[in-house]
């Protein structure tokens, strides 16, 4: 089973057991890190991302896209679309067996927090304040800064004889938590649409205490909002010649 789709699945599947899992720890109540704070959360999100990013390349995904916004600008770059859907397949899934995850581990939990909206926000973004166009930019913008600067890491003016082994997941993890720290505050940078989507699909499936709705009127956005910024941030990439 070696192979991309078992990394992209394995990867993405860490990602959001450990990122949602911080959320879980954080929001929800009688838990050891209850009311910890943003700082948490995002520091937590940049190392998840750090895990995801091992485990896939591990698993057999050499690019460790574990984002369908990355895979996208990865195919506009090289006008190769033939993994795309594969790819999107194996990360949904994995975010999908994630978000159930994180459900179990937490399952006392659920029925200690009367907040609905605490608990829909360990599994999906919702907007500090809803602004459709607000929120899409806010995604797309935040997602293009995701793809341009994470494209940098591997540019030839930076490492000429390329990154030494082990060291791009790690850089990748500062900017999520930095981007995270800096830009977050608006949407909650789901910068990932099958982080967002997967999960939000799990809240509405899994038999969670009192959850409330699943915001599905809200739910476009951070899945167009990062592929949007995908795809614009391939063409900058390629327009100002990182490579």
């Known amino acids: 089973m070696h192979g991309p ?14 990122g949602e899992g911080v959320v879980a720890n954080v929001v929800l109540k009688k838990t050891k890190g209850e009311n910890s704070g943003w700082i ?13 990013i091992c485990t896939a390349v591990a698993c057999g995904s050499p690019g460790a896209h574990i984002n369908p916004a990355i895979t996208l600008a990865v195919a506009v770059l090289s006008h ?13 899934l994995g ?3 994630g978000a159930v995850l994180v459900w179990i581990v937490y399952l006392p939990h659920w029925k200690e927090t009367p ?7 360990v599994f999906c973004t919702q907007p ?7 929120n899409l930019s806010c995604e797309a913008i935040v997602t293009i800064c995701l793809v341009v600067v994470g494209f940098s890491f591997g540019s030839k003016e930076l490492a000429p004889a390329g990154l030494a082994p082990g060291f791009s997941p790690w850089f990748w993890g500062i900017l999520v938590w930095v981007i995270g720290m800096a830009l977050g505050g ?11 989507l997967a999960p939000r699909i799990a809240h509405a499936i899994l038999p ?23 795809g614009i941030a391939a063409l900058i990439v390629k327009l100002v010649g990182i490579n």
């Open 128 to 134: 500090a304040i809803r602004n459709v166009a607000a």
């Open 186 to 196: 608006p949407t909650g940078y789901a910068i990932n649409p099958a982080r967002d």
């Open 115 to 121: 907040d609905k909206g605490a608990k829909l926000a």
């Open 95 to 97: 975010a999908f067996v």
């Open 5 to 18: 789709f078992l990394g992209e699945f394995m990867g993405t599947l860490v990602l959001i057991l450990l």
């Open 208 to 230: 969670i205490h009192e959850k409330g709705g699943s915001d599905w009127g809200y739910a476009w956005i951070p899945v167009v909002g990062p592929l949007l910024g995908g």
């Open 80 to 92: 190769n679309f033939s993994n795309v859907w594969t790819f999107w397949s194996a990360q949904m």
């Open 40 to 52: 948490v959360i995002t520091t937590a999100w940049g190392m998840a991302v750090v895990a995801g």
